[in-house]
């Protein structure tokens, strides 16, 4: 599986991969606000976009409970 960083300028980076089934999820890091925004996105259903907005500590615990280690903030 490949995890693509992508740095959104003024904003703070996007991590994303796409699923075997084709869906695409991001989680968007944001520089300011202490915010994380998780989204998932169905290709052939646009209504299917789902999005949720998480704090650091409930992007902790979603993490844990897929199994991840907690990640480090990268300096940009």
Known sequence: ?????TNLPGLGVRHAFTTE???RIAVIEYR???RR???HDDPNDPD???ALTLTPAEASAL???LGF????????
């Open 37 to 39: 925004d998780l989204v």
């Open 21 to 23: 089934q084709g869906h």
């Open 69 to 76: 280690p907690e990640l480090a903030a990268v300096p940009a």
């Open 1 to 5: 599986m490949i995890i693509e960083r």
């Open 48 to 50: 299917g976009t789902i």
């Open 32 to 34: 300011v606000g202490d």
């Open 63 to 65: 993490a844990t409970l």
